[in-house]
């Protein structure tokens, strides 16, 4: 599988999707939209992948939205920009993505559909479209040195691809006006402390930290557990509690009769490693 602006491999279970500009600090492209698309329908597809990792070439994550992209719209109509957005959400359907209805059908809101976690592992510099991204996966770890920032009041823009929606579940409302509003650099420390990141790793060996966190994920723990997982969080927020009670029960029930649950139980007994086969 060719790409031009970012690179794609499988290893020990774990697909790693790396955004290849280091020179641009991986700014955002349409080119590179695409990209990211194929390469997380590819991992979709892929039994042999359990857990998708993004991150980015160099020293940055993503420093958002490239700015002569930023400036050629200036130039355009609402209609040409609409129609551009349409073509690239319509793009490389995901191979059994979770159904959580049209609100996860946008540019980026597609990731909570793709049946397996996905981890931002945030290597750096991280603004604007590259903040938005982090906040659609559904881990993020981030490097001691790495930092954050909406960027969007600072450019004319506003709160952009449902981050009005994602921020604030994450941090809390106060919060998230905050960090919109301001635009400020975030560290990797506070992210941590206001619940914008799950952890904070050394630098030095960051990747390697990542690859560790990912590869318990792929080895240790159940492939159907984590997708039924990931589906019952995200709709959580379009449901009351006592749905969310029938749902769980329902689920679990099924678990019963899965090949994940008896090895599950098989492996537990044995005091062996698990070999879950995700079914």
């Known amino acids: 599988m060719a790409f031009e602006q970012i690179t794609y491999g499988v290893d020990a279970h774990i697909a790693t999707v790396t955004l290849n500009r280091p020179d641009k600090l991986n700014a955002w492209t349409p080119v590179m939209e695409r990209e990211v698309r194929r390469a997380m329908a590819a991992a979709a597809a892929d039994a042999a992948v359990r857990v998708i990792v993004l991150t980015g070439s160099g020293r940055g994550f993503c420093a958002g939205a490239d700015m002569s992209v930023l400036s050629g719209l200036a130039g355009t109509t609402a209609a040409e920009r609409a129609e551009a957005a349409r073509r690239i959400a319509a793009a490389a359907p995901i191979p059994g993505a979770l159904e959580l209805g049209d609100d996860f059908s946008g540019r980026l809101a597609y990731f909570p559909t793709i049946p397996k976690p996905v981890i931002a592992a945030i290597n750096g510099p991280t603004a604007g479209l590259g903040f938005v991204l982090t906040l659609f996966a559904d881990l993020r770890l981030a490097a001691a040195d790495a930092f954050l920032t909406t960027a969007f009041s600072r450019r004319g823009l506003i709160a952009e691809h449902g981050i009005d929606w994602m921020l604030p579940r994450l941090v809390g409302l106060g919060a998230a006006f905050d960090l ?30 990542v690859r560790a966190y990912a590869g318990e994920l792929a ?4 492939p159907r557990s984590m997708r039924v997982m990931k589906r019952q969080l995200y709709l959580s927020g379009a449901r009351g509690l006592g749905e969310a009670v029938r749902s769980g029960d329902q689920e679990m029930l099924a678990s019963f009769d899965s090949e994940d649950f008896r090895e ?16």
């Open 180 to 209: 919109l509003l301001s635009a400020r650099r975030v560290g990797a420390e506070e992210a941590l402390a206001m619940g914008l990141v799950n952890a904070v790793y050394a630098a030095d060996g960051f990747r390697d930290q």
């Open 219 to 222: 080895t240790a723990v159940s």
């Open 264 to 279: 599950g139980v098989a492996h537990f007994r044995d005091g062996r490693a698990p070999a879950f086969t995700g079914r």
